[in-house]
């Protein structure tokens, strides 16, 4: 059994910074892309960052520039570095991960349960 943990949210006033992170756990043989979305009160679920396997990054242009997305491929973590928050980033932020598990046939995509991130204005 695969399982994502998201750890980081909270409260914090604007303009200032929250690190998120993911864990991966379960017996995982490989994991491919990685990301981060978010879903605002009332509004559907958008992309952040995604990150790949070796490293490449992909942002959603309100992430441009203020969020850092990374990886520990040692440890079957994705990271979000926020910074300069803004009111508008709040949402709940779910991570996702395409995971070959062990016994699997493919990748499968997983995601996380959510962590909230509120910015106060």
């Known amino acids: 059994q695969v399982q994502l943990v998201e750890s980081g949210g909270g409260l914090v006033q604007a303009g200032g910074s929250l690190r998120l992170s993911c864990s991966a756990s379960g017996t995982i043989l490989r994991i491919g892309a990685m990301g981060w979305y978010r879903q605002a009160p009332g509004k559907q679920r958008v992309l952040v960052a995604t990150i790949t396997s070796g490293g490449t990054t992909n942002y959603a242009d309100s992430a441009k520039g203020r969020f850092t997305i990374s990886r520990d491929n040692a440890k079957n973590t994705v990271y979000l570095q926020m910074n300069s928050l803004k009111p508008e980033d709040t949402a709940v932020y779910y991570c996702?991960?395409?995971?070959?598990?062990?016994?699997?046939?493919?990748?499968?995509?997983?995601w996380g349960q959510g962590t909230l991130v509120t910015v106060s204005s």
């Open positions: 996702t991960a395409n995971i070959f598990a062990a016994l699997g046939y493919n990748y499968l995509e997983h």
